[in-house]
């Protein structure tokens, strides 16, 4: 069976850090892949969406970035963080072509 | 432009009793329609889902119907039970090869026992 992974679970990281969120799938090849951002009392926000290693499309102008070094991995990055990227960060999967997404476990950020 | 929208931010049903969640859409080039279950601090569950080209799908307690006239769907929980307690996010699909996923706002639903 297929299973999606994320770490850390909760990050509490000053302004003006890096971030580094990390997101591996298990059980399944050449997944699309997806990060979305949902903020507190807020709906999913899709950030990044991957349909192939090293094929990266961004929905939402910010100062984070995505990357897919390998076909079950999925990265999301900052060089510098802001206030306003506090909030619960989910990746999730699905086959490609199908509608149906799976989504990870999460990881809150916290950015003070 | 909220292109998917569930307009109740809360319901709370009593045990037992049926649950409706309800979601409206905008745009007509959504193909597939789903719901997830969330709770606090944990991931999306998939819950059910229906194709623009049905009217009703069924998944034991749960039932979702869609009046593609009114682009309107809702999410029929019955019978309802505590553990049903949770944000429910309808979400919606569209056609390109990254299905991307546009969700509501989500609807709190509290099951009273």
């Known amino acids: 069976s297929q299973t999606i992974h994320q770490w850390p679970a909760t990050l509490v990281q000053p302004v003006g850090s890096p971030l580094s969120l990390e997101c591996t799938v298990e059980?399944?090849?050449?997944?699309?892949l997806y990060w979305y951002r949902q903020a507190a009392g807020r709906g999913l926000q899709l950030l990044f969406y991957?349909?192939?290693?090293?094929?990266i499309s961004s929905e939402v102008p910010q100062n984070l970035s995505a990357s897919r070094p390998q076909d079950r991995q999925f990265i999301l990055s900052s060089k510098k963080l802001l206030l306003s990227d506090s909030g619960f960060y989910l990746c999730?999967?699905?086959?490609?072509?199908?509608?149906?997404?799976?989504f990870g476990p999460g990881t809150r950020l916290l950015v003070l | 432009d909220q292109q998917v929208k569930q307009n109740s931010p809360s319901l709370s049903v009593q045990e037992g009793r049926i649950s409706i969640l309800n979601c409206d859409y905008t745009?007509?080039?959504?193909?597939?329609f789903l719901w997830y279950k969330k709770y606090p601090a944990e991931g999306p569950t998939f819950l059910i889902s229906?194709?623009?080209?049905?009217d009703k799908n069924e998944d034991g307690r749960f039932t979702v119907f869609l009046n593609k006239s009114a682009k309107h769907l809702s999410l029929h929980i019955v019978p309802s039970q505590p553990g049903d307690s949770a944000v429910y996010f309808c979400?919606?699909?569209?056609?390109?090869?990254?299905?991307?996923?546009?969700f509501g706002s989500g609807t709190q639903l509290t099951v009273l026992p």
């Open positions: 745009n007509s080039m959504f193909d597939y």
């Open positions: 229906i194709s623009s080209i049905k």
């Open positions: 979400a919606a699909s569209d056609k390109g090869s990254a299905r991307q996923l546009t």
């Open positions: 999730a999967w699905s086959v490609r072509r199908k509608e149906t997404q799976y």
């Open positions: 991957s349909v192939g290693i090293g094929q």
């Open positions: 059980g399944t090849s050449n997944p699309n």
